[in-house]
């Protein structure tokens, strides 16, 4: 059974740092893509980052992000724990939201979320 679970969100200051982790069960994170969501209060859902884990050998491994956090966050994936990460760096206010990671892969159709991490970003 498909399975995710977030952690690691909390309360911090403008300019910190946090990681977020996505703990996988019923597939393995580095054969699939897996992207991090986030969605701020009265907002809807935005797609912060991806890494690729399918497509050839050209884009295996191959991240994107959005703009607002480009540079700024970084996504990597531990296959011995298969866990995905969110390395969230200089946190703005702006970034606090509940933070949601899922998969994408033609092997699992549907949709798979965990109950999210929320990230406070505050003094």
């Known amino acids: 059974q498909v399975h995710v679970a977030e952690s690691g969100g909390g309360l911090v200051q403008p300019g910190g740092s946090l990681l977020l982790s996505c703990a996988a069960s019923?597939?393995?994170?580095?054969?699939?893509?897996m992207l991090w969501y986030r969605q701020a209060p009265g907002k809807e859902r935005e797609l912060v980052a991806q890494?690729?884990?399918?497509?050839?050998?050209?884009?295996?491994?191959?991240?994107t992000y959005a703009d607002s956090v480009r540079g700024r966050f970084t996504i990597s994936l531990d296959n011995a724990k298969n866990i995905a990460y969110l390395h969230m760096n200089n946190l703005k206010p702006e970034d606090t939201a509940d933070y949601y990671c899922?998969?994408?892969?033609?092997?699992?159709?549907?949709?798979?979320w965990g109950q999210g991490t929320r990230v406070t970003v505050s003094s």
């Open positions: 899922t998969l994408r892969s033609p092997v699992f159709p549907g949709d798979y």
């Open positions: 019923g597939f393995t994170v580095t054969r699939v893509d």
């Open positions: 890494i690729r884990g399918s497509g050839g050998p050209t884009i295996y491994g191959r991240a």
